[in-house]
């Protein structure tokens, strides 16, 4: 049996939601379900142990992606945990989010052993039963706003194509987020669709899962736009804007030697990237830096999209800091490209040197209507910007428009 939320409860939520502003102007999608499968009473080993085990859900994380898989106590009070972010959304947003999730979902489900909550950037549920690897399918959470497509018949078909097109990248996904985005537009609508699977289920049970969640569509709000459709292994919400953070990453681990946990290279790393923003040259978004001695000598380089305030290149070098080195866990030289900077390290010293090698290419599924006039103005333009950047006075070498 699923249990359908009413807007009642969304207006609830939304009150909460004044105790945790959003950190981003996104719809504030927030609901939760106090399971009735069991109840713990204050102070018992289950409490302390749920306790215990939220107070330290970030040292449980796995080590390449923020998707964190817990169990903490002995039988029949050990508790389980799943805590999983939004594929689009930075570690620290992420670690935001589920931090808010640990401190609420307890005090929303004071006593009841088993318990899920949804928010904005992150999922967070606990059980007394053992959840890892398998397909929960109840309960179902249905968060919507008011608004409707105007061409039910258009809007109902585009979706369903493109929720069709996003099941499959989701749960093929090569990258280990069983996360996929992407939008539709027409004459009359425009859809922007985010579906993710929690990384612990196979291909077919991902599929399986969103397919359910898409049949639950017409008991939620059919037709409407600004919807969230939500099961504790899989979800996905649609509406007539981005509300997603575009995916613009990348990463390569060059092939050009390892190091091994806990070598001098490692730790000089380590320290490099702890110390990034003390090396700062002090007047924009360049990060020039060695540390150590050879033949453990680490350089690297961090550089801001010539655009950004200084607030957001420092919060994303942050986050490629912390990112980086758990993509490439043995790599001595990797580069990763983020939406608004880039960071690389290499044991060679890379500063004034010219690396052609690797490229790097993420696309949208857009595509020009006159390809010819496209690609001619395309070409004028770079080739505009290609000498203004290069000839540029500012220390950024940076040009747009
Ligand atoms: C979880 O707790 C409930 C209620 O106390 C109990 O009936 C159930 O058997 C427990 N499940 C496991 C796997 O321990
Ligand atoms: C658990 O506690 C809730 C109140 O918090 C109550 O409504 C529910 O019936 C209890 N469930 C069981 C199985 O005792
Ligand atoms: C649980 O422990 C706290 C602090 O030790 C105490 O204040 C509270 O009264 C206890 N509650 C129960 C139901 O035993
Ligand atoms: C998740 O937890 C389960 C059970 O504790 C464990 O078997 C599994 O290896 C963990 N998986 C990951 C990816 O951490
Ligand atoms: C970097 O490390 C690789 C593999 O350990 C080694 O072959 C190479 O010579 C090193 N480069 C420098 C400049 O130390
Ligand atoms: C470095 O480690 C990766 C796995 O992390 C492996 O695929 C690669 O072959 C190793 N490269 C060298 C040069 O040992
Ligand atoms: C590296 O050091 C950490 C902490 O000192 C330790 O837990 C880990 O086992 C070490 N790893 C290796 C491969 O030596
Ligand atoms: C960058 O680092 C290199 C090598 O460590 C150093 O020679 C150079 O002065 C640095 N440049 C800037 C702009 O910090």
């Given at each position: 049996m699923?249990?359908?939320f009413?807007s009642?409860?969304?207006?609830f939520?939304?009150?909460i939601s004044?105790l945790?502003p959003?950190i981003t102007a996104?719809?504030s999608?927030r609901?939760?379900?106090?399971?009735?499968?069991g109840?713990?009473?204050?102070?018992?080993?289950?409490?302390g142990?749920l306790n215990l085990?939220?107070?330290?859900?970030?040292?449980?994380?796995?080590?390449?992606?923020d998707f964190?898989?817990?169990?903490?106590?002995?039988n029949?009070?050990?508790?389980?945990?799943?805590?999983?972010?939004?594929?689009?959304?930075?570690?620290n947003?992420?670690?935001g989010?589920?931090?808010d999730?640990?401190?609420?979902?307890?005090r929303l489900c004071?006593?009841?052993?088993?318990?899920?909550?949804?928010?904005n950037?992150?999922?967070?549920?606990?059980?007394?039963?053992?959840?890892?690897?398998?397909v929960?399918?109840?309960?179902t959470?249905?968060?919507h706003s008011?608004?409707?497509?105007i061409n039910?018949?258009?809007?109902n078909?585009?979706l369903?194509n493109?929720?069709e097109?996003?099941?499959?990248?989701?749960?093929?996904?090569?990258s280990?987020?069983?996360?996929?985005t992407?939008d539709?537009?027409?004459?009359?609508?425009?859809?922007?669709?985010?579906?993710?699977c929690?990384?612990d289920?196979?291909?077919?049970?991902?599929?399986?899962?969103i397919?359910g969640v898409i049949?639950?569509?017409p008991?939620?709000?059919?037709?409407?736009i600004?919807?969230?459709?939500?099961?504790p292994?899989?979800?996905f919400?649609?509406?007539n804007?981005?509300f997603y953070?575009?995916?613009?990453r990348?990463?390569?681990c060059?092939?050009?030697?390892?190091?091994?946990?806990?070598?001098?290279y490692?730790?000089?790393?380590?320290?490099?990237?702890?110390?990034l923003?003390?090396y700062?040259?002090?007047?924009?978004g360049?990060?020039?830096v060695?540390?150590g001695?050879?033949p453990?000598?680490v350089?690297a380089?961090?550089l801001?999209?010539?655009?950004?305030k200084p607030?957001?290149?420092h919060?994303c070098?942050d986050d490629?800091?912390?990112?980086?080195?758990?993509?490439c866990?043995?790599?001595k030289?990797?580069?990763?490209?983020?939406n608004?900077?880039?960071?690389?390290?290499?044991?060679?010293?890379i500063?004034g040197?010219?690396d052609?090698?690797?490229?790097s290419c993420l696309h949208?599924?857009?595509?020009?209507?006159?390809?010819?006039?496209f690609n001619?103005?395309?070409?004028?333009?770079?080739?505009?910007?290609?000498?203004?950047?290069?000839?540029?006075r500012?220390?950024?070498?940076?040009?747009?428009r």
């Amino acid at each position: 049996m699923s249990t359908i939320f009413s807007s009642r409860l969304l207006l609830f939520i939304s009150f909460i939601s004044i105790l945790i502003p959003p950190i981003t102007a996104q719809p504030s999608f927030r609901n939760h379900v106090c399971s009735n499968k069991g109840n713990y009473s204050a102070n018992s080993t289950y409490h302390g142990n749920l306790n215990l085990l939220l107070a330290n859900l970030f040292s449980y994380t796995n080590i390449q992606y923020d998707f964190f898989n817990a169990s903490y106590g002995q039988n029949p009070d050990r508790v389980n945990a799943i805590g999983l972010c939004r594929g689009d959304v930075k570690s620290n947003i992420c670690h935001g989010c589920l931090d808010d999730a640990r401190s609420l979902l307890p005090r929303l489900c004071p006593n009841q052993k088993e318990a899920i909550g949804w928010y904005n950037e992150c999922m967070l549920r606990y059980s007394n039963r053992s959840i890892f690897g398998i397909v929960d399918n109840d309960p179902t959470s249905c968060l919507h706003s008011e608004n409707r497509a105007i061409n039910l018949n258009l809007f109902n078909l585009a979706l369903r194509n493109l929720l069709e097109r996003l099941k499959t990248k989701a749960a093929s996904s090569s990258s280990i987020r069983n996360f996929a985005t992407g939008d539709a537009t027409g004459q009359s609508y425009q859809i922007y669709a985010l579906v993710q699977c929690t990384p612990d289920l196979s291909e077919q049970e991902c599929s399986d899962c969103i397919e359910g969640v898409i049949s639950e569509i017409p008991n939620c709000h059919e037709g409407g736009i600004g919807v969230r459709i939500d099961r504790p292994s899989c979800g996905f919400m649609y509406d007539n804007f981005q509300f997603y953070y575009p995916n613009f990453r990348n990463h390569v681990c060059s092939n050009k030697g390892n190091y091994s946990a806990n070598s001098t290279y490692h730790a000089n790393l380590n320290l490099l990237l702890a110390n990034l923003f003390s090396y700062t040259n002090i007047q924009y978004g360049f990060y020039n830096v060695s540390y150590g001695q050879n033949p453990d000598r680490v350089n690297a380089i961090g550089l801001c999209r010539g655009d950004v305030k200084p607030n957001i290149c420092h919060g994303c070098l942050d986050d490629a800091r912390a990112l980086l080195p758990r993509l490439c866990p043995n790599q001595k030289e990797t580069i990763g490209w983020y939406n608004n900077c880039m960071l690389r390290y290499s044991n060679r010293s890379i500063f004034g040197i010219v690396d052609n090698d690797p490229i790097s290419c993420l696309h949208s599924e857009n595509r020009a209507p006159n390809l010819n006039l496209f690609n001619l103005a395309l070409r004028n333009l770079l080739v505009r910007l290609k000498i203004k950047a290069a000839s540029s006075r500012s220390i950024r070498n940076f040009a747009y428009r």
